[in-house]
């Protein structure tokens, strides 16, 4: 009898098919666009919070300043550092001392400072009221 010629058996190679290694490859370049992503979002943020930090800083510096001394009434400018600064000071309300030459004198202190960041400008605004006597 004649049998039909078998085959030869091919033995299973180990190992990944061509599709295989396709799908790994564009699913590890889809994560790592992701990471990317996420890894820039994050110094940026991370970029807008020192910037907004050291804003923050300087202007208390500023009201510190003007504080520390007697500030006339109106508006005052200045630089530190990246950040430009803008002082108003407003008197709000004065009370005389009765049989003294003196008077309390209460103010408004607004401190306005102003930067660039990637190309934008930014400001922030801080204030407080003031009282000192004088004479």
Known sequence: MNQPASRP??????????????????????VLVIIL??????LQAQ????SNTQAVLTAQMVLENFS????????????????AYQVTVTPQFQV????QN???????LQVMVSWEER?????????????????
């Open 9 to 30: 058996q091919r033995e299973k190679a180990g190992g990944f098919t061509l599709l295989e290694v396709m799908v790994a490859a564009t699913l590890m370049g889809l």
């Open 37 to 42: 992503q996420v890894l820039t979002s994050t």
């Open 47 to 50: 970029e807008a919070s020192r």
């Open 68 to 83: 520390a001394r007697e500030a006339a009434e109106g508006v005052f400018q200045g630089k530190e550092g990246r950040f």
């Open 96 to 99: 005389p001392f009765p049989g």
């Open 102 to 108: 003196k008077r309390l004198v209460c103010s408004l």
């Open 119 to 135: 190309g934008r400008t930014k400001t922030m605004e801080l204030q407080t009221l003031r009282t000192m006597v004088k004479k």
